[in-house]
């Protein structure tokens, strides 16, 4: 069962994989991403405004631009990446999602965090111009 498991994980990440290469091949030869509905709407940034370019610049190595695209992202990528894996393996493991209290509490501070961020990046203050 576990075997089934790890294919049906390696099948979603081929896809997954394949999907983002199209979508930053076309970023890079186009210039043209996704826009952001609730910018468009409400003329504010989300919390996830910046994400394609930062991600575009984290594939050319450029960590300056990925912290000014999306500060809070970049510095929650290394954490969202474990619990990513951990998930994964927990799946091909035990066929479930993890239960753990640990992992609630820190999805749920990444949520909390990002909608601080969501607020704080469209309070015009000169010190926090970077956001």
Known sequence: MQRYRAKKVLAGMAVLIGIGIVYASICFVTDIGIPCMFRQITGFKCP???VTHM???????DFKKAWQSNPAILCM????????IYTIYTY???GCMPDKRWYNVIIWIMVSVLLIFGVVRNI??????FL
């Open 48 to 50: 996830g405004c910046g």
């Open 55 to 61: 991600c575009l610049a984290l594939l050319q190595l």
């Open 77 to 84: 990528l290394p954490l969202g990446l474990f619990l990513t």
């Open 92 to 94: 091909i493991k035990k």
């Open 124 to 129: 015009e203050v000169p010190f926090l111009s």
